[in-house]
Structures are given as structure tokens and as C-alpha cells.
């Protein structure tokens, strides 16, 4: 998983937040059963300015001290999940609408 902080660009103390944040945002995830740095990757980034979205923060950059990586980097990180492909193929039904006047004809959506 990944969390993106955003709007520390206009925080003052914005290392300092960062850091409270995440000190908030830990216990919840590992109750989620999300634990240690292999499953969680800490980001930053604003969206305003486009830091640390494409590329890492200039130093001058109000988050030039975030040394981590970028959103995109994050991304391509991830692992993609392996299925199976002996099992049975599912697909989620977000709607059922009728497609004859009056009802009698269905269609998935």
C-alpha cells in the first residue's frame, strides 16, 4: 500500500507533520494487517506544485527534505498479484438493468 501526504507544502514545520502523521496513521494500518516498511510505502507530495509526483522535490522546494521516492516510482513498485488461472473466472456485478420495455430482458453492467 502506499500513502501519499499531501498539503505540507503550505505547513511551516512539514518534516515535523509528516511525522505525526505517519506516527498516527501506523497502528491503524497494522491492525489492518499492513506491517513493517515491505507493505507500506510512506509518500509525499503536492499536488499544487507537482513535487514528488513525477519528480523528487528541488532542494529549495518547501518538501526538498523528503528523500524518499516518487509517487510514480511507488507505483511501479508494486507487485502485481498472480491469480489463477484454473479457477473460476469472477466478475463483479455493479447493476442490473432491464433492457425490454417493461421488464422480461436483463443486462449485467
Given at each position: 500500500i502506499a500513502v501519499v501526504?499531501?498539503?505540507?507544502?503550505?505547513?511551516p514545520a512539514s518534516a515535523e507533520r509528516f511525522a505525526e502523521i505517519r506516527g498516527k496513521l501506523?497502528?491503524?494500518l497494522k491492525s489492518c494487517g499492513y506491517h513493517g516498511e515491505?507493505?507500506?510505502?510512506?509518500l509525499l507530495a503536492s499536488g499544487i506544485s507537482g513535487d514528488n509526483v513525477v519528480?523528487?522535490?528541488a532542494p529549495h522546494s518547501?518538501?526538498?527534505w523528503f528523500d524518499g521516492p516518487t509517487v510514480v516510482q511507488a507505483i511501479d513498485r508494486f507487485a502485481l498479484a498472480r491469480h489463477s488461472r484454473e479457477g473460476a473466472l469472477r466478475v463483479p456485478v455493479f447493476a442490473v438493468a432491464s433492457t425490454k420495455p417493461g421488464g422480461g430482458g436483463e443486462a449485467v453492467v
Open positions: 501526504v499531501t498539503k505540507l507544502d503550505k505547513s501506523e497502528p491503524f515491505a507493505s507500506v510505502q510512506w519528480a523528487p522535490p518547501p518538501l526538498g
